[in-house]
Antibody, heavy 124, light 110 residues
Framework: EEKLLESGGGLVQPGGSLRLSCAAS????????MNWVRQAPGKGLEWVSL????????YYADSVKGRFTISRDNSKNTLYLQMNSLRAEDTAVYYC?????????????????WGQGTMVSVSS | QSVLTQPPSASGTPGQRVTISCSGS????????VKWYQQLPGTAPKLLIY???QRPSGVPDRFSGSKSGTSASLAISGLQSEDEADYYC???????????FGGGTKVTVL
């Protein structure tokens, strides 16, 4: 069974830093792009960042560009999100999501596996 | 205000058909495939539709997706109580170079 398990969330002061991790299992992690998606309390989903399978290409939402860094360690089947200069508006549940629903050998750019999420609260 | 526009709410009685719209532009829906995600209360989102109108295995055929130009829609036929959830459309945006989610539509079964 394909699974994702996030960790690293918590309470941090404005301006602080936090590093989220997402451990993958049940699939060949190194062959899929991975994403971070967040959801502020009572709000909708907001895409945060994408990293391609090799880690060579990364993309960010404008709201986090320059403050957040996505990375991956394919030898450890783990995705990361380094969050710096945190703001109150970064408070949210952060989900990692595998991008790549595969059927009949064709890989589609859909988020087919999601973790349970980890809560990040930014407050003084 | 999301770049992908969805109605905030939709409702129907059991057995009815409910349709949710998702309006975008040429840089997103107009040139990329649309996905739909279902988020039941207190849970992580789940892939419902990929490639505009394809259902992953295990998704009931009551759910169907379509796309025309810069708009897409999700239809739920034979509405059931377990369909009460938030539904999000999503696609890539070529101008923003990132993924966009719609604002979400809360479906209520009356």
């Amino acid at each position: 069974e394909e699974k994702l398990l996030e960790s690293g969330g918590g309470l941090v002061q404005p301006g602080g830093s936090l590093r989220l991790s997402c451990a993958a299992s049940g699939f060949t992690f190194s062959t899929y792009a991975m994403n971070w998606v967040r959801q502020a309390p009572g709000k909708g989903l907001e895409w945060v960042s994408l990293i391609r399978s090799s880690g060579g290409s990364t993309y960010y939402a404008d709201s986090v560009k320059g403050r957040f860094t996505i990375s991956r360690d394919n030898s450890k089947n783990t995705l990361y999100l380094q969050m710096n200069s945190l703001r109150a508006e970064d408070t949210a549940v952060y989900y990692c999501a595998k991008e790549g629903y595969t059927i009949f050998g064709v890989v589609y750019d859909a988020f087919d596996v999601w973790g349970q999420g980890t809560m990040v609260s930014v407050s003084s | 205000q999301s770049v992908l526009t969805q109605p905030p709410s939709a409702s129907g009685t059991p057995g009815q058909r409910v349709t949710i719209s998702c309006s975008g532009s040429s840089s997103n829906i107009g040139s990329n495939t649309v996905k739909w995600y279902q988020q039941l209360p207190g849970t992580a989102p789940k892939l419902l539709i990929y490639s505009n109108n394809q259902r992953p295995s295990g998704v009931p055929d009551r759910f169907s997706g379509s796309k025309s130009g810069t708009s897409a829609s999700l239809a739920i036929s034979g509405l059931q109580s377990e369909d009460e959830a938030d539904y999000y459309c999503a696609t890539w945006d070529d101008s923003l170079n990132g993924v966009l989610f719609g604002g979400g539509t809360k479906v209520t079964v009356l």
